[in-house]
């Protein structure tokens, strides 16, 4: 009688018997690769883990694509809060007009409801307890939620946009709407997942560059904001130099003189650039001591970035060519050895093929030691 086929992880997937193997097998390499999480077909998973059907399943299709989504409103909001923080302190929009006169207030509002959907869906999504088992009870799974990023996540989603409406002061709506960057803390919870890509020289290539733009970014917009700060009580910062150098003077009397939010974000942009990575030209230069002392702060942290950007790059491109440097070491043990034996032309020509047809074979693998 035949041995009976051990039992394949394919059934974690609740795979239909009458479906066939390769299907399963596809749905697990897209669950693996789009998946967030660090456990997405974890070795304990041997059988479907049993659950009702308002619990969800950690490594599910649906969860791995909703945490894409919330990937990308996490990245939106690190870009888009800091920049309305800081450019638009001066411009709270028409509180006479309406809360959805704005279109960026109503974006922003619509991610603060996916942001409390996403709290909801965690306090019944299963999670992996130290004893490596699937817990889908809902009281033990709303508890390790809430001892864990129930704070944070309920902290980014309040609806600041809204107290800001509700507010008649200058000073209180400034306030809140610094408020607002709380929603950051989100990209530390962000970062956690996405380490599991780590092992992919071009993955982390890519995050790496997204990473340093983004501090430039937020730099950029400090940058302005002690500007934009400073400007009632000096004549000497970068803005009004900026303003002098487009033409764009600021009068007191008009609230929308001196250059555009487009004129002062590029600028503010290219100076945070041209200091983090040292090449600046000294057109955009720090004249106040407030600006000086943030000045030399972008210097160490790009200092810092710059050291860990391209000391990552070199790693990255050693490990692509690894295996070029491998080869040729072996080569030159092949073209020695035939050297002190003397071997004849004939065998040597053919050693030096067979060593490079069994390397395109088995690319430098000991295929031995893979068996043991």
């Known amino acids: 009688a035949a041995a009976p086929r051990p039992k394949s992880s394919i059934a974690s ?27 997405v077909l974890p070795k304990y998973k041997l059988q479907l883990p049993e659950t009702t059907w308002w ?23 690190a870009v888009f809060t800091p920049y309305s923080a800081a450019f638009l302190l001066d411009e709270h929009g028409d509180r ?42 809902p009281c033990r799974v709303a508890k390790h939620y809430i001892t864990g990023w129930f704070a944070i996540d309920l902290f980014a989603a309040l609806p600041f946009d809204l107290l800001i409406f509700r ?8 306030f809140i709407g610094l408020l ?21 020289g071009a993955a982390v290539l890519f995050l790496l560059m997204c990473t340093f733009a983004l501090i430039a970014h937020w730099l950029a917009c400090l940058w302005y904001a002690i500007g934009f700060l400073e400007r009632p009580y000096t004549e000497t910062g970068w803005l009004d130099n900026l303003a002098q150098q487009l033409g764009k003077k600021y009068n007191d009397s008009d609230p929308r003189s001196g250059p555009s939010i487009k004129d002062k974000y590029v600028t503010a942009l ?37 050291a860990s950007i391209f000391g990552n790059v070199s790693a990255i491109i050693q490990r692509l060519y690894s295996g070029t440097t491998r080869y040729h070491t072996q080569m030159l043990r092949v ?11 004939g065998l040597r020509l053919r050693l030096e093929e067979y060593f490079q047809h069994a390397w395109s074979y088995t690319n430098g693998i000991d295929m031995n030691a893979v068996r043991q």
């Open 13 to 39: 997937l609740n795979c239909n018997p009458l479906i066939p193997e390769y299907v399963c097998i596809s749905t697990c390499f897209s669950s693996k690769i789009l998946s967030l999480e660090t456990d």
């Open 55 to 77: 619990i969800l399943l950690h490594y599910s299709p649906f969860k791995a694509f909703w945490d894409w989504i919330i990937l990308f409103l996490v990245l939106y909001t």
């Open 96 to 137: 006479e007009c309406g809360y959805t006169c704005d279109p960026l207030n109503v974006v922003d509002f619509m991610v603060d409801v996916l942001f409390v959907v996403d709290i909801v869906i965690n306090f019944r999504t299963s999670y992996v307890n130290h004893n490596d088992e699937v817990i889908t009870v």
């Open 167 to 174: 507010s008649r002061s200058d000073e209180m709506a400034t």
């Open 180 to 200: 607002k960057t709380a929603r950051l803390l989100r990209l530390v919870r962000v970062a956690r997942k996405l380490d599991r890509y780590s092992e992919y």
């Open 270 to 306: 290219y100076f945070t650039f041209s200091s983090l990575t040292s090449v600046g030209f000294g057109n955009v230069s720090p004249n106040t001591n407030s600006e000086k002392i943030f000045s030399i702060c972008v210097m160490v942290i790009g200092s810092l970035m710059y």
């Open 335 to 345: 073209k020695d050895f035939i050297r002190f034996h003397q071997i004849p032309g």
